[in-house]
């Protein structure tokens, strides 16, 4: 493993929420970047990296096992999810306003 | 005091003294309860106990808590740290008193409020006090802050970011101004928010007062020792759970703004002396406010896994340490920015330790129980006091059946599992709102049937006094049952129902004000002589009912537990009443239950 801690300012005008790329924790300032096949990725605590890299190996795990490319994958699809709620919640919005 | 051969390997401070100080420690925070309940204006406070008292050490660890909210213990660990963090270390002083409620920074939801008192010692910080709780009024769109139907967080109350509600012992009147501005009974929350005050304060005597007697390097290695102990316990606990992967899935049946289901499935993944709970998978984000974030989705978690191991085990920093969560943004167990989400600390947080409860079944069939009743039924009230046009405004939440156990039937009327709260007693409720209580029952047949049944739900009905109530609502489980155990039944579900003044059906208020939600709505104005029916569901039935024996249901039916139908419908026997009122399962000849 290796690592570092960055640290970032508290905005106020604009609410920015950075959350953990594994578990998903919201990060109030400290942000652990870990150096993974060369890519970095953002984690709250090493401790949640460690559980990261020691559960790529672990067979039943429910998180794709082919390592950062899979998991990469995953988070394009949360990504994509994301989109497709913003769409949803405003054709939502517009199904309750009819 | 100190008999340093006692020492276990590592540890700085003898077991005597370690166990007197983690005593004192969760005394204390004990007493910072008793401090507020006692001193608090509203219901709330002082008879459902809807808060937490936690003590930190300098690092924002923490080391101490009582009995008190589980889903509050456990998400305040998240806000301690967020506000810390944003604040940075070296900012307090002695006296400063600081107040978040901001769900995206840590807490649980907007009417959960956190106060945070940095305790000094010859100049340095030594501690960190806190407490959070339940605020029956936050500003939201309705009365008593549950909005059933809010479609985003600005609908929930006044969001407040870390700030000083007190610099050096001096209120910051500019803060309270602006709370007070926006709460519909500022005088109650007044009142409330200076017990809070008034709970940090006595900690910080108790924490200032057992430095003084033990020394501060005791302590800070006491805290260390205990830590590091709770730690050791929680994955030795962990490491006796067969490792695996274990999964399993349950549903939120609407969100209060589009009646679609919502799955929130988890791998209970453990690995040697450590669990991760990953939620990926669960359905993205609600559109209404049955979403949690990380922090409640997380404290869900380390409270069902609490429940499953060692009691005994210090709580505090180290015990969930062993425990992690993985929770994908933008699903309905992390909700991003600025996703309603006011009924997953109610709603969410129950399923979600029911959910760890069904996934560690199969790996632990003599510790895990059934099915709660799964939901807080969360009332929500206002209007204008008849006599004095004084604004109020309230916060019901209603007890549930558990679970049937392993070892025994589940409890019935129990507040439900995130909650550990009490209820408000009629009197009291009657004395403060203009709201009378018609009937107030255990619901027989509503336990899950099982070898061990599930607790009893209840059966509550209203009549509005006054001739305008605002009322709302967040309730689950309405539509989706309460699941059993190794073949025990689904308890019965929940419900409220409005019957209008002059009328003498009951219906849902869907059908009768048009909600998109039967049980999820905001502001809906009842008035003098109107009734609403609440049904708390029963839990979930442990074991094969067939195996339930002839003795327990006879006791059952004696106690009115279950009618003589349900005997027969869920246990296949009949019975019957003799002149003396005395239950009994009828038998043939040979001694053989009559099914």
């Known amino acids: 493993m290796s690592g570092k801690w960055i640290e970032r300012s508290p905005m106020y005008l604009s609410f920015d929420i950075y959350n953990c790329d594994y578990c998903g924790k919201n990060i109030p300032r400290s942000i652990w970047l870990e150096t993974i096949d060369s890519s970095q990725v953002p984690f709250c605590s090493p401790e949640v990296a460690k559980v990261f890299i020691r559960s790529r190996n672990f067979p039943q795990n429910t998180r794709k096992a082919e390592g950062v490319t899979g998991l990469m994958e995953e988070l394009r699809e949360v990504r994509n999810a994301c989109t497709a709620l913003r769409d949803r919640r405003v054709s939502a919005q517009e199904s309750k306003s009819k | 005091m100190k008999t340093p051969d006692s020492k276990p390997t590592g540890l700085k401070v003898d077991q005597v003294t370690l166990t007197v100080i983690d005593n004192y420690l969760s005394t204390t925070c004990r007493e910072m309860g008793i401090a507020m309940m006692r001193t608090a204006y509203s219901p709330i406070f002082n008879e459902s106990l809807d808060f937490s008292c936690v003590l930190f050490d300098k690092y924002s660890r923490m080391i101490s808590q009582a009995e008190f909210c589980p889903s509050q213990i456990g998400t305040i660990k998240f806000t301690i740290e967020w506000m810390i963090d944003e604040l940075g270390p070296d900012v307090y002083k002695p006296g400063d008193i600081i107040i978040m409620n901001d769900p995206y920074r840590g807490s649980g939801h907007i009417p959960e ?87 940090l304060n006595v900690a910080e005597r108790r924490i200032t007062s057992l430095i003084e007697k033990y020394g501060l390097e005791t302590y800070q290695n006491a805290t260390n020792d205990l830590i590091e102990i709770a730690e050791r316990r929680m994955r030795e606990e962990i490491r006796k759970i067969p490792d695996g992967v274990y999964p399993f899935e349950d549903i939120i049946e609407d969100d209060g703004v589009v009646n679609v289901p919502y799955t929130v499935r988890c791998n209970v993944v453990v690995d040697d002396d450590q669990i991760t709970c990953d939620f990926t998978g669960s359905s993205l984000q609600a559109a209404g406010p049955m979403n949690g974030t990380f922090a409640v989705t997380a404290s869900a978690v380390y409270n069902a896994l609490m429940h499953l191991t060692d009691p005994t085990i210090p709580r505090n ?54 099915s709660q009743g799964g939901t807080s039924c969360c009332f929500l009230f206002g209007g204008a006091q008849p006599e004095t046009g004084d604004l109020y405004s309230n916060f019901h939440f209603e007890a549930t059946g558990w679970g049937g156990r392993p070892h025994k039937d589940g409890n019935s009327q129990i507040i439900v599992i995130n909650g550990n709260c009490r209820n408000t007693p009629v009197e009291v409720f009657e004395t403060r709102y203009p709201i009378r209580v018609e009937s107030y029952r255990l619901l027989e047949d509503s336990g899950g049937a099982g070898q061990n049944r599930g607790g009893l739900g209840i059966e509550r009905i209203f009549t509005m006094e006054a001739d305008s109530i605002t009322v709302s609502a967040i309730f689950n489980r309405m539509s989706v049952d309460p699941f059993g155990l190794h073949g025990g039944k689904a308890g019965k579900n929940s419900g409220i129902y409005v019957r209008k003044s002059g009328t003498t059906d009951w219906k849902t208020f869907s059908d009768e004000f048009g909600t998109t939600s039967p049980s999820k709505f905001s502001n809906i104005i009842l008035n003098r002589g109107d009734q609403v029916k609440i049904i708390a569901p029963g839990g979930g039935g ?54």
């Open chain 2, 113 to 199: 409020h956190t106060l945070l008192k940095a305790v000094f010692h010859e100049g340095e910080i030594v501690a960190f006090v806190a407490n959070c709780a339940h605020l029956a009024e936050p500003g939201a769109k309705a009365p008593g802050g549950l909005s059933g139907d809010a479609t985003d967080i600005f609908q929930e109350g006044l969001r407040l970011p870390p700030l000083w509600l007190q610099r050096e012992g001096k209120p910051q009147e500019d803060i309270w101004k602006i709370i007070f501005a926006n709460h519909r009974t500022p005088k109650t929350s007044y009142g409330d928010l200076m017990a809070m005050v008034g709970s």
């Open chain 2, 317 to 370: 920093e180290g015990c969930y340490r062993p425990i992690h969560t993985i929770a994908p943004p933008g699903t309905i167990v992390n909700c991003e920015f600025p996703a309603p989400l006011v009924g997953g600390n109610t709603e969410l947080s129950p399923r979600i330790t029911d959910i760890i409860f069904g996934a560690l079944a199969p790996a632990l069939p003599d510790r895990v129980p059934a």
């Open chain 2, 542 to 595: 442990w074991g094969d009912p067939s195996l339930r024996s002839q003795l327990r249901i006879q006791a059952d039916l004696q106690e009115g537990y279950i009618s003589p139908e349900g005997a027969f419908k869920d246990y296949g026997v009949v019975a019957k009443c003799d002149e003396g009122g005395n239950w009994k399962v009828q038998t043939d000849q040979d001694g053989k239950i009559s099914k």
